[in-house]
């Protein structure tokens, strides 16, 4: 099969890319210049512009899969023009879509875009929403030749996160010595963590079978745990491999808002408990063989930690979490003058 992929350099990407290479041509798109790899060509540019993506569809495609983040007006601008050019349109969802609910959640749950009552969340067209109104744009295509994929949290070895923490917003800190600052409402809730190898091995059963086409599907461990006990894992294996124990804090809601601005991703998810039935995607894949949290979090973050890499660090919010610590970050440690400035003003000056 002839393969787009848009953007699948991720934490699910990359393993469904190793998975589908020997049997089928790839393209992947990306913004670095890679050379081709065997049956993998890399075609460089970003893959939301809509000329650059205008020119590669020109081409008919057996599948397109695509991770890409859209506002949902620019999903609008696509996702016709995704549909005449390939025979399956995959399109990476999230289990964000769904609404608050006790019991385990199912592909026809209700979501949040058709029962929330919060009229200032509506307007808005935040991650959760704006992939259900791209999902209704899909169910009333009048077309089927789409798939529509719904993964929860995933991790890999190069994403770990805690809560709605990206790894450097805490896991920075554990290996620094400073105090991970978390939020003592997630604690208790239920979450739902999916190794992204397990969630490509889920995909790539879905492409190219035909009683795929116009249904939707969470591929999803089924093993959820508490936040405190993904915490606990997480620093289980960080003293083992530190030779100490990271400290951490828990505050309440309001004060854990200010140092990570994601009111809707928390309110309205990660204080939701979120449990799963898979049965639907384990008619094609013998779920049990997923890997557990309590194997795949220490798995992924040990390889993490033979060479530590994190992305750009938010100097305005470490600067509030030593606040709140009474700890401090030495200058030498921030790279550029304006990020120090940062960090001086909102740790030491500027009340929020």
């Not at 695509?66 to 696509?78: I, K, L, P």
């Not at 769904?98 to 029962?115: C, F, G, M, N, T």
């Not at 805490?170 to 969630?199: C, E, H, N, Q």
């Amino acid at each position: 099969m002839r393969i787009l992929i848009l953007g699948g350099t991720g934490a699910m990407g990359i393993h469904l890319v190793e998975l589908l290479k020997d049997e089928n041509q790839l393209f992947v798109t990306s913004r670095k210049q890679k050379g081709a790899q065997g049956n993998v060509q890399y075609l460089q540019g970003d893959g939301k512009d809509l000329v650059f993506l205008t020119n590669i569809l020109r081409e008919k495609w057996d599948a397109i899969i695509d991770f890409m983040v859209y506002a949902t007006s620019e999903f609008a601008e696509r996702y016709q023009l995704f549909l005449r050019s390939t025979a399956q349109y995959i399109f990476l969802s999230s289990a964000r879509v769904y609404a608050d609910q006790h019991a385990v959640i199912k592909e026809h749950s209700p979501r949040l875009l058709d029962v929330s009552e919060d009229a200032e969340y509506l307007r808005s067209d935040e991650y959760g929403l704006a992939k259900a109104r791209q999902e209704d744009l899909l169910f009333n295509s009048g077309e089927r030749n789409w798939t529509i994929i719904r993964p929860y949290i995933t991790y890999s070895e190069n994403r770990l996160q805690l809560g709605v923490l990206e790894k450097e917003e805490w896991l920075y800190r554990a290996l620094k010595g400073r105090t991970i600052v978390f939020s003592s409402d997630m604690m208790p809730r239920f979450t739902t963590l999916t190794y992204g190898f397990d969630v490509a091995r889920g995909m790539a059963k879905v492409i190219g079978h035909k009683a795929c086409l116009g249904k939707a599907y969470h591929i999803t461990s089924h093993d959820p745990a508490k936040w405190e006990q993904v915490l606990e894992t997480y620093l289980l294996t960080l003293t083992q491999k530190l030779h100490f124990r990271p400290k951490y804090i828990l505050v309440g809601l309001d004060a854990f808002l200010k140092v990570k601005s994601s009111r809707y991703q928390t309110r309205y998810d990660r204080l939701f408990d979120r449990r799963f039935d898979n049965r639907q995607i384990g008619e094609l894949i013998n779920i049990d063989d997923f890997h557990s949290m309590q194997w795949g979090l220490p798995a992924c973050l040990d390889v993490f930690l033979q060479r530590p890499s994190f992305l750009a660090i938010n100097w305005k919010t470490e600067a509030l979490k030593d606040r709140l610590t009474k700890e401090r970050t030495p200058f030498n440690e921030i790279g550029g003058l304006k990020n120090k400035l940062r960090y001086f003003l909102y740790r030491y000056i500027k009340n929020v």
